[in-house]
């Protein structure tokens, strides 16, 4: 497979279609002899049409064809004929423009009552022209089938990268949640300890002085235990979970989200600007997961990301949808725990997450969030 690099690569796309277009100009020439004016338009139609022939395969392929039939002319047919092939995936659609040339080719001129004999040397000559055309129709393929495969080496390596960042994720999961035990298990009993004796210390003191320092020691050991069973929560919760990694992502961050995400994307609607933090970071991996999700399994859809809410206030939410693939894709690996992890953040929100494919061949997943969880 040719490098990405390529010096050929590298050539801007004017320059290689002024070069197709002075070299079939230069077949026309050597082809003009005895070439009436009408043949002469054709074949000048048919080399200004190679001007846009990657925007226009098909009409610029049949535009050669009657310059082909008027005269002895192969590059013009054959480089429109090699774009269409780099480009359709219709193969059946090649087949028979390939018939096509060859008949154009092969098909003497005037069309005129031919005798038995030059009618064999016609049907010789039109099946070793339709063996010809097949160099160009092959070489087309070939280099289509190339431009994919760069596509899904490249999003085979995007998805070893996500998997990479959820196997950090993981591991930083499991440290938390040894943490959160150690905390548990050591800080919290000393702190605790340590409110118990200052306790003792306030009712059997009898000095004033000695008395309200025992007591504001064993209000601030109760505050640390509260603060310290709050962070064991957290990090526990985290630990359990699929964890984010800081800085936390809110919905200042999720334009940026979309727009960075490599697909066309689109980010429509809004939010309340009440809603919680919490919510926020569902909200955001939602849409977060959906991308990836389409980067992944639907390569060169567009997708949709709608934010919305109710109109009485009661619930709020995301929707994110993306058409048909318009590239086959390959299995790529993954952990299948995504959507599992959107349902299980939506539950402990109160709200609920569906997923599953739309009427048009797309996907779909929605978050829906009630406003009294926030």
């Known amino acids: 497979m040719t490098a990405p690099g390529a010096w050929w690569a590298r050539i801007p796309d004017p320059v290689v279609d002024a070069v197709v277009v002075a ?58 004929l090699f774009t269409l092939a780099e480009r359709s995936r219709d193969r059946r659609l090649l087949v028979v423009c390939a018939i096509m040339f060859a008949v154009a080719s092969a098909a003497p001129w005037p069309l005129d009552d031919l005798t038995s004999h030059d009618r064999a040397w016609t049907l010789v000559y039109f099946f070793y022209t339709l063996a010809t055309a097949a160099a160009p129709v092959l070489l087309g393929q070939l280099v289509q089938a190339r431009r994919d495969l760069a596509r899904r080496l490249v999003e085979i390596e995007e998805a070893r990268e996500h998997e990479r960042l959820l196997h950090s994720q993981a591991i930083l999961a499991r440290e938390r949640a040894q943490l959160a035990r150690e905390m548990h298990d050591v800080v919290s009993h000393q702190v605790s300890l340590i409110a118990v004796q200052a ?79 919490t919510a926020q970071r569902a909200v955001y991996r939602t849409v977060q997961e959906a991308l990836t999700n389409v980067r992944k399994h639907a390569p060169g859809a567009s997708a949709t990301v709608r934010l919305w809410h109710t109109a009485d206030h ?13 590239r086959p894709s390959l299995p790529l690996p993954g952990s299948h725990q995504g959507l599992i992890g959107l349902r299980e953040r939506a539950e402990l929100l109160g709200g609920t997450f569906d997923s599953g494919p739309t009427t048009d061949g797309g996907y779909e997943l929605k978050l829906r969030i009630p406003t009294r969880s926030d």
């Not at 064991?232 to 989200?257: C, F, I, N």
């Not at 009661?314 to 318009?326: E, K, M, Q």
């Open 23 to 80: 070299v079939a100009v230069v077949d026309v020439l050597l082809s003009l002899a005895d070439a009436s004016r009408v043949a002469q338009a054709l074949a000048a139609l048919a080399c200004a049409a190679l001007a846009v022939r990657r925007r226009f395969p098909l009409p610029v392929f049949l535009l050669t064809l009657p310059a082909s039939l008027m005269l002895d002319i192969v590059f013009a047919p054959f480089a429109a």
């Open 199 to 277: 306790g003792a210390l306030q009712v059997a003191a009898t000095d004033t002085h000695f008395k309200e320092g025992a007591r504001t020691i064993r209000s601030l050991s109760v505050d640390t235990l509260d603060e310290l069973r709050h962070m064991v929560t957290l990090l526990r919760a985290s630990g359990g979970r699929a964890t984010e990694l800081t800085p936390q992502p809110t919905l200042a961050d999720l334009h940026k989200l979309v727009t960075t995400s490599g697909i066309d994307a689109e980010l429509t609607g809004g939010l309340p600007p009440e809603i919680s933090t």
């Open 314 to 326: 009661t619930a709020f939410g995301v929707t994110v949808t993306n058409t048909p693939p318009r």
